[in-house]
């Protein structure tokens, strides 16, 4: 009788322990199909990026791979854009915590261009810069991102000094018609403030060169051609950047329809300055 009791409760626990195993089995299966969904097939990106459901499901795809620096971008990124500058960093800055490499230049952009945080953005390019010396984030080096960063900052030797190595960097590789207009311009502004005036009217001459409707160039010189007394001309300029910023033509940088770049110019102060000047 002992010997059957212990053989039936062997074989209950033999086929409890299997029903164990395939309800894992079973729960496995599910959260794979759970992974697959949200990770695999982006589902978030069905969302708005200003949608609850963009951040419920990116936290969901978290669950699955909490040190994955990629989705901590994405929760990231559209907080940033909604105007949640310090919610979107907190997430930033877990994603460069998990992948460097990868996300540092990009903090230094978002610290640069969406925080304003000039001192903090040059410490994130420098550094990713002795990494990956030669890459680029959003278009530009990063020579170009910490010239304009200490541009913003007024510490105008630096800036110029870092701004001459994108653009001399691009004209030894490629030739100076392909370096970007924006680089011409924010040099044009770093010459412009150090009172070098003839620079600065080569600077915008040859952004002006590469794009000419570009209204924040014409606004800036129309300033440098007032330096030289130059009215008549300075009013015609004006009123080209005028009709051009009408019609949208401005800095046309990534992410400038949620943020203004540094030194960007409003219509209000092209017309402001177009009734100082004719006064």
């Known amino acids: 009788m002992e010997t059957l009791k212990k053989l039936c409760l062997s074989i209950a626990l033999f086929y409890f322990s299997a029903n164990i195993i395939q309800a894992q089995s079973k729960n496995d299966s599910i959260q794979q199909a759970k992974k697959q969904k949200f990770l695999t097939q982006k589902f978030w990106q069905q969302y708005n990026y200003h949608s609850k459901g963009w951040q419920i499901y990116l936290d969901s795809a978290i669950v ?7 989705l901590w971008q994405q929760k990231s990124m559209s907080l940033f854009k909604s105007g949640e500058y310090y919610n979107g960093m907190a997430y930033l800055d877990k994603a460069v915590e ?13 610290k640069c261009v969406f925080l304003k945080d000039y001192s903090h953005a040059i410490n994130d390019f420098k550094s990713i ?3 990956r010396p030669t890459d680029q984030i959003m278009d530009h080096s990063y020579p170009f991102w910490i010239g304009l ?3 913003k900052l007024n510490i105008l030797d630096s800036a110029e000094k ?6 001399n960097a691009m004209i030894s590789k490629n030739g100076k018609d392909w370096v970007h207009f924006n680089e011409r311009f924010y040099k044009g502004i770093c010459s412009y403030k150090q009172k070098k005036i003839q620079n600065a009217l080569q600077e915008f001459d040859e952004t ?17 051609l007032l330096e030289l007394h ?13 009709e051009n910023n009408e019609k949208g033509f401005t800095i046309n940088e990534d ?10 110019i409003k219509l209000k102060e092209i017309n402001d300055l177009i009734e100082s000047v004719r006064k």
């Open 149 to 151: 960063s200490y541009l």
């Open 129 to 131: 810069q002795k990494k």
């Open 64 to 70: 699955f791979e909490p040190k994955n620096a990629y």
């Open 255 to 264: 992410n400038e329809s949620y943020v203004d770049y540094p030194f960007q």
């Open 208 to 224: 002006l060169r590469l794009n000419s409707n570009f209204s924040d160039a014409q606004y800036y010189k129309a300033l440098v």
């Open 162 to 167: 870092y701004l001459d190595k994108s653009i």
């Open 98 to 110: 998990y992948d460097t490499i990868s996300y540092l230049g990009y903090r230094g952009f978002m």
């Open 230 to 242: 130059k009215k008549e001309g300075c009013l015609d300029l004006l009123q080209k950047a005028k």
